[in-house]
């Protein structure tokens, strides 16, 4: 392999071969734009460069590669992982002698001619992440390369074939260990075996990762995306690829990722977005808990179906001819038919209407009518008033506004007489003059469902998922219906008043009961001395999964009994500011405009959960899916009592740390702590 004088060359030439395909791109918009041809080609071909010119031109100055890996010769296409994707290379299936350059998208300088670099998402880039001197691959050398900005200045190769193991790659520990400022990076140089078999996991398969704080689970799950969206690209373009997390400060945190990775058009959201209401009023805890029950759904249902009648009359409609007639009986069996074959309650009306036209017709030509399209058009708007006066058209918020005004209807033998009083709106109201809650936002989203199907999602990937509601996951199922979901949490994690105990349950809900469960449990953010104070809460929080072991042993604890939290914080704060990286202060939410006014009085810049600045002041309920370099949690016991799930809530607070982890109490601490 080259020296490091011709890697700077190469990774020159590979630069000036990038800017040529950009320039390219851009070049090609311009003639595709004067095509000659249909419009909806020109159209389509206009968007596809667009589209390749902007995500090239939005990729930035990545290093052209990140990797290399050299086969011995004679080494033969192992059949690891060189699945799915587009075409391998390497000539006839085999790759001894060869060396492949890795980096985050394909560069190649001219057609036809083999790329210089090439997509981390390949099938042959695979062996770069699984290969390991146990299972070598046929591969010779394992070359990593450390950038310094834009400047090529070392790499590291690990000899696979000699069959000893490496003591592991120092620029992959300075990777995972490096302070964290700004927003979340991608991790395609580093990606480990173990995560990268996630990523790379077929689009048809459902996958459940259970994985202990910062074992890469987000990460994990943007990749995958990224990876799927590469080898299954014209499926995944037409009905998309969605990212559900748990709220606006994390998707901020994690939104630079995926367009990085060249992918800008997935779509990154919350569940509270996805249902796309808006939201006024909130719930009592108590209110809540029984509408995010799935026992909601045969509510639901019940207020829906419940609106079907029998007929009490026959159909009777005329043309100029003659008047037509659907009896009663023949009626109430359409009906009846639909009514048990529904896929939805609209299409079921659908078909009533349709079956009537249909009984309709066959008189009509038993007397020689000619009953062409007008004819059926006529007579369907003719009966659709007897059809309604059956089977109303209805309206989700109308539905719902009703349910609530007057639960005991639709819910009577299904929820208890608490319950019903929990769910109860103190005044009957209309569709119009609700306010509606949150988990209003998904029994709305259950009541659409009953009357029409929605699209649906070519993939969703699922983050946090063990805080989900039974009713969210029945929003989730729906949206992935008919198709794959990556679904990633941490029992440990959950803290919603619905949280899963156990993933078989949850997968159940989510539509995807045989998903593989696969545990990780290597944490690639929270340092050792951290991880082993977050242990000691687990054995307290009634579920059961594996502790985290850190691959970090760098990283700093320290725990103080302080008189004044506010003076303590801003002192911590400012010792934090000497040294690299971003800082979070956490405390309990009603603790938050206290530090503040502390922080800002000292003269201390503090940005909220979802800013750009290095110090945030960061509510216990918001710090979910986040890190900083250095964490300041204030009152632990505070934090406990704060919520029912108090005990998780400290457990997720004190995984947010990075390299440095003050604690700051003036209460005594939680005895499970200690
Ligand atoms: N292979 C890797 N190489 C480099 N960094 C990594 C790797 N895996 C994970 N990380 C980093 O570790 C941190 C934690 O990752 P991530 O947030 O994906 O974990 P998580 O399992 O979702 O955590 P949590 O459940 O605690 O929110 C991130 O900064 C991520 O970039």
């Known amino acids: 392999m080259r020296g490091l004088a011709s890697e700077r060359e190469y990774a020159e030439r590979c630069r000036e071969a990038l800017r040529r395909m950009v320039a390219g791109a851009r070049e090609n918009v311009a003639v595709g734009e004067h095509t000659w041809g249909d419009r909806y080609t020109a159209e389509r071909l206009g968007f596809y460069l667009k589209t390749l010119a902007r995500d090239m031109g939005e990729e930035g100055d990545n290093p052209p590669f990140f990797g290399a890996i050299a086969y011995a010769a004679g080494a033969v296409a192992g059949g690891h992982g060189e699945h799915g994707g587009h075409g391998g290379h390497g000539g006839h299936g085999g790759h001894g002698g060869q060396t492949y350059y890795l980096g985050r998208r394909h560069v190649s300088d001219a057609i036809g001619r083999p790329p210089m670099v090439i997509d981390w998402r390949a099938p042959v880039s695979a062996a770069f992440y699984q290969a390991s001197a146990v299972e070598p691959r046929g591969i010779e050398t394992r070359r990593r390369f450390g950038w310094s900005a834009q400047t090529l200045t070392s790499f590291e190769d690990e000899r696979l074939l000699t069959g000893s193991p490496s003591g592991g790659s120092d620029l992959v520990r300075r990777e995972i260990e490096r302070a964290r400022v700004g927003p979340m990076r991608d991790i395609v140089a580093t990606i480990q075996p173990e995560q990268d078999t996630l990523v790379r996991t077929d689009l048809d398969v459902s996958v459940c990762v259970q994985g202990a704080p910062g074992t890469g689970k987000t990460a994990v799950g943007l990749h995958r995306a990224a990876y799927l969206l590469y080898a299954h690209r014209s499926r995944l373009t037409r009905n998309g690829v969605l990212v559900l997390g748990p709220n606006r400060a994390f998707l901020h945190y994690i939104s630079a990722v995926l367009p990085t990775l060249g992918e800008v058009d997935v779509e990154q959201t919350t569940i509270e977005q996805l249902l796309d209401r808006e939201v006024r009023a909130t719930d009592e805890q108590a209110t809540a808990e029984v509408k995010h029950d799935v026992r909601m759904a045969?509510?639901?249902?019940?207020?829906?179906?419940?609106?079907?009648?029998?007929?009490?009359?026959?159909v009777v409609v005329s043309d100029e001819s003659y008047k037509w007639r659907v009896n009663q009986h023949e009626f109430a069996e359409i009906v009846v038919e639909a009514e048990a074959d529904a896929t939805t309650y609209l299409t079921g009306r659908e078909r009533v209407i349709a079956r009537i036209v249909a009984a309709l017709q066959r008189q009509a030509e038993a007397r020689g009518q000619n009953c062409n399209g007008v004819w059926l058009r006529r007579m369907a708007r003719a009966v659709t008033p007897a059809v309604e006066a059956v089977w109303p058209r209805l309206k989700a918020d109308e539905v719902l506004a009703e349910v609530l005004s007057d639960p005991s209807t639709a819910a009577d033998g299904i929820l208890n007489a608490d319950e019903l009083d929990a769910i109860?709106?103190?005044?009957?109201r209309t569709a119009k003059s609700a306010r509606w809650t949150a988990a209003d936002a998904v029994l709305l989203d259950e009541v659409s469902a009953l009357l029409e199907r929605a699209p649906t999602y070519g993939h969703v990937i699922v983050d946090e998922a063990q805080d989900l509601s039974p009713m969210q996951c029945r929003a989730i199922a729906r949206c992935s219906e008919h198709s794959s979901l990556t679904v990633l949490g941490d029992l440990a994690q959950g803290t919603t008043a619905w949280a899963a105990t156990d993933w078989p349950t949850q997968?159940?809900?989510?539509?995807?009961?045989?998903?593989?469960?696969i545990a990780l449990s290597t944490g690639y953010r929270v340092p050792a001395v951290?991880?082993?104070?977050?242990?000691?809460?687990?054995?307290?929080?009634?579920?059961?999964?594996p502790p985290t072991t850190s691959f970090r042993s760098d990283g700093e604890l320290t725990i103080t009994h302080v008189d004044d939290l506010p003076a303590a914080c801003v002192e911590s704060v400012q010792r934090a500011l000497t040294r690299e990286g971003s800082v979070g202060v956490i405390a309990a939410d009603h603790q938050l405009p206290v530090l503040t006014d502390a922080l800002k009085t000292a003269g201390i810049e503090v940005v909220a959960a979802d800013g750009d600045g290095r110090v945030a002041v960061v509510p216990a309920s918001l710090a979910k899916g986040l890190e900083y370099?250095?964490?300041?949690?204030?009152?632990?016991?505070?934090?406990?009592?704060?919520?029912?799930?108090?005990l998780n809530r400290l457990y997720v607070i004190l995984t947010r740390a990075v390299s440095r982890l003050d604690?700051?109490?003036?209460?005594?601490l939680p005895a499970e702590l200690s």
Not at 298 to 313: C, E, M, N, T, W
Not at 424 to 428: K, Q
Not at 507 to 517: C, R
């Open 298 to 314: 045969d509510v639901l249902r019940k207020a829906v179906y419940s609106r079907i009648g029998r007929p009490s009359q026959a």
């Open 424 to 428: 109860r709106w103190p005044r009957p």
């Open 530 to 545: 951290v991880v082993e104070l977050a242990n000691r809460l687990l054995a307290s929080l009634d579920v059961d999964v």
């Open 507 to 517: 997968l159940g809900q989510l539509g995807k009961p045989t998903a593989e469960i």
């Open 663 to 668: 604690v700051l109490h003036n209460l005594p």
């Open 629 to 646: 370099d250095h964490v300041i949690a204030v009152e632990p016991t505070d934090i406990v009592a704060n919520e029912p799930r108090g």
